[in-house]
């Protein structure tokens, strides 16, 4: 099942390595369980929940006890690509595409729809594929 998004409020972020002053979705300390992964280029944002079929599916294929930055990233790095960009758990400058970040979280700026990701490709998978695949990101993963 597709995670349809939402309407996220955005934030000022500045980078540290290029200065570049911009907008990113940011969900309240309040949002338990869902998430905002941005992609490696800066430029496209997606919206999960882990309460959602697939996410549940990921849960219970990695390992007990994983933690919540591999559950996160999981969700990112298992997810669909859009428009050929992988997504992670990290904010990128739109830029220059670094995650060194002078700030993030500043003032208000206003608000985006930010669209859900998806796992087609991974439950295109038969089972014993999709066991593999999350296991292997899982054992690949550094904090």
């Known amino acids: 099942m597709q995670d349809l998004g939402k309407k996220i409020p955005t934030f000022r972020a500045k980078c540290a390595n290029c200065g570049e002053l911009f907008?990113?979705?940011?969900?309240?300390?309040?949002?338990?369980?869902?998430?905002?992964?941005?992609?490696?280029n800066g430029?496209?944002?997606?919206?999960?929940?882990?309460?959602?079929?697939?996410?549940?599916?990921?849960?219970v294929l990695?390992?007990?006890?994983?933690?919540?930055?591999?559950?996160q990233a999981a969700l990112a790095g298992l997810s669909d690509?859009?428009?050929?960009?992988?997504l992670t758990t990290k904010i990128h400058c739109p830029k220059c595409c670094s995650?060194?970040?002078?700030?993030?979280?500043?003032?208000?700026?206003?608000?985006?729809?930010?669209q859900g990701t998806n796992y087609n490709?991974?439950?295109?998978?038969?089972?014993?594929?999709?066991?593999?695949r999350v296991r292997e990101f899982a054992k690949s993963f550094k904090a």
């Not at 990695?62 to 559950?71: R, Y």
């Not at 490709?121 to 593999?132: E, G, P, T, Y």
């Open 23 to 40: 907008d990113h979705p940011s969900l309240s300390d309040m949002a338990y369980g869902e998430f905002v992964f941005c992609s490696e």
């Open 43 to 59: 430029k496209i944002y997606a919206y999960s929940s882990a309460f959602e079929p697939s996410a549940k599916l990921i849960e």
């Open 62 to 71: 990695l390992p007990d006890n994983c933690g919540a930055d591999l559950f």
């Open 81 to 86: 690509p859009i428009l050929g960009q992988q």
């Open 99 to 114: 995650i060194n970040l002078e700030f993030w979280h500043g003032e208000q700026s206003g608000s985006i729809w930010v």
């Open 121 to 132: 490709q991974l439950l295109s998978l038969n089972r014993k594929d999709i066991i593999a």
